[in-house]
């Protein structure tokens, strides 16, 4: 399984920015996936879940601002992030859903996740 995340950079506060994670090794269309994020010194904070029949899920921080999306036919998976603030500096990983994850957050266990990308907003 590989996840290779890109997009991440610098944002303004207000400003928007999109992430994408191409997905290989897997059957991506079957699993639900979802973007977690992660501030240096701090834990692992589920951000979107995105199922394979196309519902999905946001914590309460993000909801109205940002959007998750996937794209079976290019095994792609999407995070538009909009009226971004400086709160949303992380690393961002986007992650697979498995039921025999090790990384738990909300109950909801995920079994990759890629290798990460920074996300900062500063003005």
């Known amino acids: 399984v590989q996840l290779q995340a890109s997009g991440g950079g610098l944002g303004q506060p207000g400003g928007s920015l999109k992430l994408s994670c191409v997905a290989s090794g897997f059957s991506f269309k079957t699993f639900a996936m979802g973007w977690i994020r992660q501030v240096p010194g701090k834990g692992l904070e589920g951000v979107a879940d995105i199922m394979n029949d196309g519902r999905t899920d946001y914590v309460d921080s993000v909801r109205g601002r940002f959007t998750i999306s996937r794209d079976n036919a290019k095994n792609t998976l999407y995070l538009q992030m909009n009226n971004l603030r400086p709160e949303d500096t992380a690393v961002y990983y986007c992650?697979?859903?498995?039921?025999?994850?090790?990384?738990?957050?909300?109950?909801?266990?995920?079994?990759?996740r890629g290798q990460g990308t920074l996300v900062t907003v500063s003005s």
């Open positions: 992650a697979k859903r498995g039921m025999r994850g090790k990384t738990v957050i909300n109950g909801r266990k995920y079994d990759y």
